[in-house]
């Protein structure tokens, strides 16, 4: 082709965030879970520094309650790419008493990640973290930065936020302060899907349709698991379903679908009535439930 | 693709979150799970109609009081463009995030009530937006359902606002009047009955015609270079990339061009989007170019068409807006953050501070404090590179860091 203008302004923009952060940190990480977003991090920045490798590793914080689909993929991946992955489990956090497991119907790990994660950031001296939050996926997120200042304790004040002019980013920050950086904040979640057909972009296979055990509870799909909290007279059924967002198997509820392909899927989100997070338990809890994750430093 | 930015500008209770609200729900970008709690909260509140600001009012401090307390991004689109709307608070104490909202965005709608009509807020919302050079300014008068659609008030608020226009400094600015009603949905994305009068297209038909080509004219060339990359790998032994973003023009292979700050001439010989080659990179790509000449270029250097050259300076003045706290005074020592380039500057002067609701300018002033918008001489302790902000929206503009607390204090337009 002759000219760059095809190329989607959104691209262009996460891959000048990517870029930033490479160069203004010293210690930058990508956060990693194996979810889509993850995954088209990853893409994005082999694009911003080709042909050198990404000059960052990869990091996963995992509950030990992933799809061990997710794992798989992972694995592939940081393989195929010859990445560096660094791994801290939810598991050790609890085995040190850091933090209690949730007992009871609604039980979860997905918040005790976020004493793993500060702990790791402490561990590795990391000053910036990259992750894959969007501002379409809730209310308290759309009001976050693309580069969003933590204190030393994780946290995040929505009212101390830094303005952001133009697409100049501020990563100047105090020792024992870090950054998380979400390269793809303006990116709605049908971009996402777009991007991954547009690119062949390979996903782990529970994004599509498969037969799962799964039962219902308050109108939601959840996986039949040992992980996953289940009453006695909630019966487990077989269906044909597939996941729109991967996180722990305890907070990820499935949609009912025949999508077996990356076109179907993207067909799905188009006509899909209902937002991502929708399908996101822990969102459930109260309205106010993802603002308040994050004050106390979740990603 | 294509994707276009939209600040809104409004005071309390002009209808703004329900205007947001009304176009997504027109345009059918409402989820069924975000329009059942939407139902849910309005009925608990006792409204007889969809409150349409909760899709939009985010944080629980704003819920409770009822505003909007910083800026939210909310996306929607249609088949034909992907919009991104900054909701920016309109109370006079947050002239910082409507600053903030108007810097990325290539439109902005001003609400009005149209009871109300022009007021003071009006002024501001009008300045900064014209003040940052937004290329396109929708006026909604809004709430035309509470004056019987009355074309005699439209008119009258149409010739108020148009006294405005004549004060405003960007004069090429366009500006669309519209009458509305965010809760009713009259003329925003649809046509309404109501209005047989009005001949013009809704608000959103207007969003929909803006021509890209047109909004995104910002200047000729500038490449700020963001990042060096030297694989050093087998394949790519002598590689020696300078990655960045293309503001303004665009820049072809085997075009003359200039770095500075070294004045080094030298040729264009790759342009690479990933492992890709091209002939051109167009603006707002983000791309990887390789030069004929093997120089030293790093990161803040600059790459310009040779024969096009910025001015290349150690002082300079520039309208600035200050959105900290702590004031700015006199002999004060910030870093200015240019694109990617960051240098150390001293405030020279307070030339004079502007009241941003056109009544004029204050010559004898000491300090700014939160919200001022003044006119300030800076000086540097290296040169940078830059073009009027009203010749380059991107190189005529730059950030102040305060040195002790890192955070962004300000912003600047450069004369």
């Not at chain 1, 990517?18 to 920045?45: C, H, M, N, W, Y």
């Not at chain 2, 069924?32 to 909760?54: C, M, R, V």
Request: net charge negative; charged share 30%; with cysteine.
């Amino acid at each position: 082709m002759k000219d760059t203008s095809h190329i989607n302004p959104l691209e262009s923009e996460a891959i000048y965030i990517i870029r930033e952060v490479a160069a203004q940190f010293e210690k930058p990480v990508l956060l990693f879970s194996g979810g889509k977003d993850s995954i088209t991090l990853v893409r994005l920045a082999q694009k911003a520094f080709w042909p050198a490798k990404i000059p960052f590793p990869l990091m996963h914080i995992d509950t030990g309650h992933n799809f061990p689909e997710t794992i798989e993929f992972r694995d592939k991946l940081v393989k195929e790419l010859g990445l560096e992955l660094i791994v801290r489990n939810v598991q050790d956090s609890i085995d040190q008493g850091k933090v209690k497991e949730e007992s009871g119907r609604y039980s979860s790990r997905n918040s005790l990640q976020t004493t793993t994660l500060l702990d790791a950031i402490e561990e590795f001296k990391f000053d910036a973290c990259i992750g894959g939050a969007r501002r379409d996926e809730e209310k308290a997120r759309a009001k976050e930065r693309i580069f969003s200042v933590r204190d030393d304790f994780g946290q995040w004040d929505e009212k101390k936020q830094r303005p952001e002019l133009f697409d100049m980013l501020n990563g100047q920050i105090e020792l024992g302060q870090n950054v998380r950086c979400f390269p793809i904040s303006n990116w709605t979640e049908l971009d996402v899907w777009s991007y991954i057909e547009k690119e062949k972009i390979e996903i782990p296979s529970i994004y599509f349709a498969h037969k799962r055990k799964i039962f219902l509870r308050d109108g939601l799909i959840w996986s039949h698991s040992d992980y996953v909290y289940q009453e006695e007279d909630e019966e487990v059924i077989e269906r044909m379903v597939r996941f729109r967002t991967v996180g722990d198997m305890s907070c990820t509820a499935a949609v009912f679908s025949d999508a077996a392909d990356i076109a179907s899927v993207v067909q799905e989100i188009r006509d899909s009535s209902i937002s991502e997070r929708g399908a996101r338990i822990d969102d459930k809890r109260s309205e106010a439930a993802m603002e308040k994750r994050k004050q106390q430093g979740y990603f | 693709m294509e994707v276009l930015k939209i600040a809104t500008a409004g005071s309390v209770d002009d209808g703004k979150s329900t205007l947001i609200g009304r176009i997504l729900y027109d345009t059918k970008s409402l989820t069924s799970d975000k329009l059942e709690a939407i139902e849910k909260t309005s009925k608990q509140k006792g409204y007889d109609y969809l409150d349409f600001s909760l899709a939009t009012d985010g944080l629980v401090a704003e819920r409770e009081q009822g505003i909007t307390i910083d800026v939210a991004h909310i996306y929607f689109s249609t088949a034909k463009k992907s919009y991104i709307i900054a909701d920016t608070p309109g109370h006079v104490e947050y002239t910082r995030n409507m600053v903030t909202g108007a810097s990325t965005s290539q439109a902005a709608i001003i609400l009005i009530d149209a009871r109300k009509g022009v007021i003071e807020q009006t002024n501001r919302h009008f300045f900064i937006n014209n003040l940052l050079r937004v290329k396109d300014v929708i006026v909604a008068i809004n709430k035309m359902d509470l004056v019987d659609f009355s074309e005699e008030r439209y008119n009258e608020i149409k010739a108020d606002f148009s006294t405005l226009m004549a004060k405003r400094d960007y004069q090429d600015q366009h500006i669309t009047f519209i009458p509305v009603s965010a809760l009713k949905g009259d003329n925003v994305v649809n046509k309404s009955e109501n209005t047989p009068w009005y001949s013009g297209q809704t608000l959103l038909e207007h969003l929909e015609d803006l021509d890209k080509k047109d909004i995104y004219n910002t200047g000729t060339p500038r490449f700020p270079v963001q990042y060096v990359i030297r694989p050093k790998t087998e394949d790519f032994h002598d590689f020696r990339g300078f990655a960045g973003k293309v503001y303004g023009g665009e820049l072809s292979v085997g075009d003359e061009v200039v770095a500075l700050p070294s004045q080094t001439k030298s040729r264009i010989k790759e342009i690479y989007f990933y492992d890709k080659k091209y002939q051109t990179a167009s603006r707002r790509s983000s791309v990887t170019i390789t030069l004929e000449d093997e120089i030293n270029v790093s990161r803040g250097d600059m790459i310009v068409k040779v024969g096009d050259l910025p001015t290349i300076d150690k002082q300079f003045t520039a309208n600035i807006s200050w959105m900290d706290s702590e004031k700015l005074e006199p002999g004060n020592k910030y870093v200015v953050q240019h694109g990617v380039n960051k240098v150390l500057a001293k405030v020279e002067a307070i030339n004079h501070k502007i009241n941003p609701d056109y009544s004029g300018i204050d010559t004898d002033v000491k300090a700014l404090g939160m919200n001022d918008i003044a006119e300030v001489t800076f000086k540097l302790n290296k040169p940078i590179f830059f073009d009027a902000f009203k010749k380059h929206r991107t190189n005529g503009s730059f950030i102040l860091i305060d040195t002790k607390t890192n955070n962004t204090v300000g912003a600047g337009f450069i004369q």
